[in-house]
């Protein structure tokens, strides 16, 4: 069984990812140019990788995220869609900040979209059918002509880069026919859902757009071709798979070894599959043959879960989580932007738990964890405050002192907790969703008679026994850290 090896590299380093952006970036913040300025900062703050948002033109130009894509191609360099720039800035100022960043060692992780297409440049006519929408498998009438928007010339770009035509039979179907104005799911004539795709809806191939068809040979190697001359031209170190779980797993089975190969480079790859059953995750893994890592999603519901009751069993927190199962292909996250407040899969969690949430992925030895931007920096449009000054003192204790052995004590269903301890080092995390209180745990006999203090609360102070022993307490709803206490 292959396993993702630079996760496990990353996790001896203590590496963590940031997630660079949220949904609300306003265009005029000109998102390259500002994490360019923030590279220092986030170079001490002990990130070492970052996560950019998709870069290339979406259907809304410079007021699309990047996930509406229109031209792969266009990374703001073309005058298409209204603009020149991307949401967030110029090709050249995008190809800056990722040399600014790999330049003090941390790397870049693209954005990937391939599942669709959106914003075509003409309609065609087409024979197709009208699918259940919640049974894709499950056609509904009989065959008819519409017209459809899936002709891709973009004349902006004129051919620069590559003068492939994006017609209808590159994809399986679309969501609208401009005939009769109707927004229904349409499988065009002689062809059939991609396989090896989430069973949400019978077949989840479909998502959204024009959906690209990954049985046609002239698409895969269009989109192969395409991700080729991108690396090539960005130098990138790494991938995030968006929408995974709407993309036949063999694609990404045979195209990742070929990449890997091809660029003699790890290219760590982690992709989104939005499930919260951790053997669907599971299962894509093996079908993938563990050639990436996932976002732990499972995971980030545990925290939802036990943000919102009391009678959350925090015992049982990391139980069915893929940190759990596959520590080595797991990316674990607290936040992101699609669980942002305002967003479909909107489950934020509140600030009374995202610190205990931090500490269980950035200050334990499993799992490889991802900062949400919008926690470090805030999101003003949904009025969520920054979180840096908790952030930052969490990450330097991960640098600090998450090594050696990790003794956990999750043996009460509110507070629970763990030790890192080595020769040299030891620090204790204790954290509770209700009531608070003590909990006795092993730091190492060589700390006897040490004081340990809680960094968050310096009057917290506890005296270490012979064995090695400290009784560490928590507040109601908080958290603790540990540490010995500086002579």
Same mark, same amino acid.
């Given at each position: 069984?292959?396993? $993702?090896?630079?996760?496990?590299?990353?996790?001896?380093?203590?590496?963590?990812?940031?997630?660079?952006?949220?949904? /609300?970036?306003?265009?005029?913040?000109?998102?390259?140019?500002?994490?360019?300025?923030?590279?220092?900062?986030?170079?001490?703050?002990?990130?070492?990788?970052?996560?950019?948002?998709?870069?290339?033109?979406?259907?809304?130009?410079?007021?699309?995220?990047?996930?509406?894509?229109?031209?792969?191609?266009?990374?703001?360099?073309?005058?298409?869609?209204?603009?020149?720039?991307?949401?967030?800035?110029?090709?050249?100022?995008?190809?800056?900040?990722?040399?600014?960043?790999?330049?003090?060692?941390?790397?870049?992780?693209?954005?990937?979209?391939?599942?669709? &297409?959106?914003?075509?440049?003409?309609?065609?006519?087409?024979?197709?059918?009208?699918?259940?929408?919640?049974?894709?498998?499950?056609?509904?009438?009989?065959?008819?002509?519409?017209?459809?928007?899936?002709?891709?010339?973009?004349?902006?770009?004129?051919?620069?880069?590559?003068?492939?035509?994006?017609?209808?039979?590159?994809?399986?179907?679309?969501?609208?026919?401009?005939?009769?104005?109707? $927004?229904?799911?349409?499988?065009?004539?002689?062809?059939?859902?991609?396989?090896?795709?989430?069973?949400?809806?019978?077949?989840?191939?479909?998502?959204?757009?024009?959906?690209?068809?990954?049985?046609?040979?002239?698409?895969?190697?269009?989109?192969?071709?395409?991700?080729?001359?991108?690396?090539?031209?960005?130098?990138?170190?790494?991938?995030?798979?968006?929408?995974? &779980?709407?993309?036949?797993?063999?694609?990404?089975?045979?195209?990742?070894?070929?990449?890997?190969?091809?660029?003699?480079?790890?290219?760590?790859?982690?992709?989104? /599959?939005?499930?919260?059953?951790?053997?669907?995750?599971?299962?894509?893994?093996?079908?993938?043959?563990?050639?990436?890592?996932?976002?732990?999603?499972?995971?980030?519901?545990?925290?939802?879960?036990?943000?919102?009751?009391? $009678?959350?069993?925090?015992?049982?927190?990391?139980?069915?989580?893929?940190?759990?199962?596959?520590?080595?292909?797991?990316?674990?996250?607290?936040?992101?932007?699609?669980?942002?407040?305002?967003?479909?899969?909107?489950?934020?969690?509140?600030?009374?738990?995202?610190?205990?949430?931090?500490?269980?992925?950035?200050?334990?030895?499993?799992?490889?964890?991802?900062?949400?931007?919008?926690?470090?920096?805030?999101?003003?449009?949904?009025?969520?405050?920054?979180?840096?000054?908790?952030?930052?003192?969490?990450?330097?204790?991960?640098?600090?002192?998450?090594?050696?052995?990790?003794?956990?004590?999750?043996?009460?269903?509110?507070?629970?907790?763990?030790?890192?301890?080595?020769?040299?080092?030891?620090?204790?995390?204790?954290?509770?969703?209700?009531?608070?209180?003590?909990?006795?745990?092993?730091?190492?006999?060589?700390?006897?008679?040490? /004081?340990?203090?809680?960094?968050?609360?310096?009057?917290?102070?506890?005296?270490?026994?012979?064995?090695?022993?400290?009784?560490?307490?928590?507040?109601?709803?908080?958290?603790?850290?540990?540490?010995?206490?500086?002579?």
């Amino acid at each position: 069984m292959m396993y $993702n090896s630079f996760n496990e590299v990353k996790k001896m380093e203590n590496g963590v990812l940031l997630q660079g952006f949220h949904w /609300y970036i306003k265009p005029e913040e000109k998102l390259w140019k500002k994490l360019k300025e923030n590279v220092d900062e986030y170079k001490q703050l002990g990130f070492s990788a970052l996560w950019l948002p998709p870069a290339y033109k979406g259907v809304g130009g410079k007021n699309d995220n990047g996930y509406g894509v229109y031209d792969l191609y266009d990374l703001g360099e073309f005058n298409q869609k209204g603009s020149i720039e991307t949401k967030y800035g110029t090709k050249d100022d995008y190809l800056a900040c990722i040399e600014a960043f790999q330049n003090k060692g941390i790397d870049i992780y693209g954005d990937i979209v391939l599942n669709h &297409k959106m914003g075509a440049d003409g309609t065609e006519i087409v024979n197709a059918r009208e699918v259940n929408r919640h049974n894709t498998n499950e056609i509904i009438s009989n065959d008819e002509q519409i017209e459809v928007y899936t002709l891709f010339t973009f004349p902006g770009r004129n051919k620069k880069y590559s003068d492939f035509i994006w017609h209808w039979y590159h994809f399986d179907g679309i969501d609208y026919d401009e005939k009769t104005h109707r $927004n229904t799911i349409f499988l065009f004539d002689h062809k059939s859902w991609d396989q090896e795709v989430d069973d949400e809806n019978g077949n989840y191939d479909y998502l959204m757009g024009t959906d690209l068809d990954f049985s046609n040979e002239e698409t895969v190697q269009e989109v192969t071709s395409w991700l080729h001359w991108y690396l090539d031209i960005t130098h990138i170190k790494g991938l995030r798979l968006d929408a995974v &779980k709407h993309i036949p797993a063999y694609f990404y089975q045979e195209l990742l070894p070929k990449l890997r190969q091809d660029y003699q480079e790890e290219l760590f790859t982690v992709g989104e /599959y939005w499930h919260g059953d951790v053997y669907h995750l599971e299962n894509y893994l093996k079908e993938v043959n563990f050639e990436m890592s996932l976002f732990d999603v499972p995971l980030h519901y545990h925290f939802y879960d036990a943000s919102h009751s009391e $009678n959350y069993d925090m015992s049982h927190i990391f139980d069915q989580t893929l940190v759990s199962m596959y520590p080595s292909n797991a990316v674990t996250f607290v936040d992101n932007h699609d669980t942002e407040p305002s967003q479909s899969l909107a489950s934020f969690i509140p600030d009374e738990f995202k610190g205990q949430a931090y500490c269980l992925i950035l200050l334990r030895k499993e799992g490889y964890p991802c900062v949400f931007y919008g926690d470090l920096e805030g999101i003003e449009y949904e009025n969520i405050s920054s979180k840096k000054a908790i952030l930052q003192k969490i990450m330097s204790l991960r640098k600090e002192y998450n090594n050696g052995y990790q003794d956990d004590y999750f043996d009460h269903p509110h507070l629970i907790g763990w030790t890192r301890h080595d020769e040299f080092k030891s620090m204790a995390v204790v954290l509770t969703n209700s009531t608070g209180g003590i909990k006795s745990m092993y730091v190492g006999k060589n700390f006897s008679n040490c /004081y340990f203090v809680n960094v968050f609360n310096s009057s917290q102070r506890v005296c270490i026994n012979e064995e090695g022993y400290g009784d560490f307490y928590c507040e109601d709803k908080n958290f603790a850290v540990y540490v010995k206490e500086q002579s």
